[in-house]
């Protein structure tokens, strides 16, 4: 294939991962859920590629064909290869499904087992939509976690449950006000629909363990999703330095090491302890730039 061959051959290839890396440009610098949620339909849409590019490898010679695609990216798409994408696709969904029916059973598993009894929303923060809910559910462990549980079932307005959800260790550890910076953290999360979007991907992710691609995305929105639900929480109460302490003490006072459900500490391990200084940090850089007079000194 000579080299103008190649280069149009190339070409969807190009624009594919730059319309992913304008997505994720753009993200890093907006809060816009839409481009969240266009960011999550990138992700589903790579998931259903990567699944289709895997089967058509298997299918068609193993090494010997991871060769031909890299000469030859546009074989894929001959109209030969049509059932592979077919397949690929029923793959894709049957993991999306999958992936999508976990996250909620873990979620109503979690209520069911736990039995969480129902909190008082901290006086300062206004009480969101009636369908979301605040429990403590007993373990010694510093935790704190949201999730969206769907009940299509139900009438309209009340098909859907968020939950924020706060370890009893967590409550005996904060004051009032580090408490409220957590919740309105959390609170941060279902108004962005990561209960619903960020849930998911990272399910998506860890059963598609396959593709590293899908793997770094989705810990990408992780972190920049903690990031943004601490911005969220700061501007709801004007104390940075509560949620600091709050992080700091769920981190590294804490007994027992954070689960990598825990949306507080966003991943668990030694990673997950050096994001979580990143993010006390950076608490820490806004409570001295002087935007939050009223925030008291730890």
């Known amino acids: 294939m000579s080299g103008t061959g190649i280069a149009v051959a190339y070409l969807p290839v190009l624009v594919w991962v730059g319309l992913g890396t304008g997505l994720l440009i753009a993200y890093r610098r907006s809060a816009s859920p839409t481009v969240f949620r266009l960011a999550a339909v990138f992700l589903g849409t790579w998931a259903v590629l990567a699944t289709t590019v895997l089967l058509w490898v298997l299918t068609n010679g193993g090494a010997a064909a991871v060769v031909l695609l890299v000469r030859s990216p546009l074989t894929l798409f001959e109209e030969r290869f049509l059932e592979v994408w077919l397949f690929g696709a029923v793959g894709a969904f049957a993991v999306f499904l999958t992936a999508f029916l976990l996250s909620q059973a873990v979620g109503r598993g ?12 901290p006086g300062a ?13 007993p373990s010694r462990r510093a935790e704190a976690f949201t999730f969206t549980l769907l009940r299509p079932m139900r009438p309209a307005g009340q098909r859907r449950r968020d939950v ?21 953290h959390e609170l941060g999360h279902i108004r962005e629909l990561d209960g619903r979007y960020l849930t998911f991907i990272r399910t998506l992710a860890r059963m598609m363990r396959w593709d590293p ?10 972190r920049r999703e903690e990031f943004r639900a601490d911005l969220d929480a700061v501007e709801l109460t004007g104390r940075p330095r509560a949620l600091a302490r709050a992080l700091y003490k769920a981190s590294v ?9 825990a949306g507080l500490l966003g991943t668990g391990g030694k990673r997950g302890r050096v994001e979580t200084m990143k993010r006390i940090r950076r608490l820490v850089a806004l ?8 925030d008291p000194g730890a």
């Open 110 to 121: 979690f209520l069911r087992l736990l039995r969480p009894r129902e909190l008082p929303w």
């Open 125 to 137: 923060l206004s009480r969101p939509a009636p369908s979301t809910v605040l429990l403590a559910f």
């Open 164 to 184: 924020v959800l706060v370890s009893e260790g967590l409550l005996e550890q904060l004051t009032p006000e580090e408490t409220e910076a957590v919740v309105a």
């Open 213 to 222: 691609v899908l793997a770094y995305l989705a810990d990408a929105l992780t």
């Open 253 to 261: 006072l804490g007994p027992g090491r954070p689960r990598t459900l």
């Open 287 to 294: 409570a001295e730039s002087g935007r939050y007079p009223e």
